[in-house]
């Protein structure tokens, strides 16, 4: 697979909202497959265009979904959080980072914080970093175990199927939650509620 290639599949996998195939399983097949190919300029790639990828869906998020679905009093709520991080600079650039060096998936963090509509600079920056340090590690594993032993890329991948999937619905459950989530509640009191359609809350 080429460099440019090799980008192209990785954007778009990772702007698409829901249930793409995460990127660490493509960049084990590419060092499996491919085991003596520079694996820092693979990583390289591959976490500039994931990066791309995902400030294009928090984008979208912001415009599509924001803009054109969500109720005045939810973007209001959201609001909320809107000016908590935007006063929590470095808290923010650090919880991105460390996210993004996790293995859960990061479709649902990007759309959540692209609903709030802020820069998406700082967030870029610590999601690149992360995903760079995690894909240089999948991509050096996966090409050092190409070159020791045989390994059937099918059943290793049905393997983390079921996880795949799970974290997915999971997450896209958080993105909800974010949304109807009564910010103001917890801010003010650590209460959990959650708003109904007349802009009132329940508790939980």
Known sequence: MNTLSLFAIIFVLNSLPAFAPPTWMVLSAVGLSSPDANPWLTALVAATAATAGRLALAKMACIIVRQRWLSARTKENIDLVKDRLATQRAMTFGG??????????SNSLFIAYG????????????????????YSFWVVMAMEVAHKAMVDQGSVFAYFGGYFVLTQAFMLALVYLFAKLDWRAWFTSKTLQLMNHAGTSHQK
Not at 96 to 105: D, E, G, W
């Open 115 to 134: 609903l709030t509509s802020l820069p998406l600079a700082p967030v870029a920056a610590a999601a690149f970093l992360g995903r760079f340090l995690t």
């Open 96 to 105: 991105v980072l460390a996210y993004t060096c996790s293995p859960f998936p």
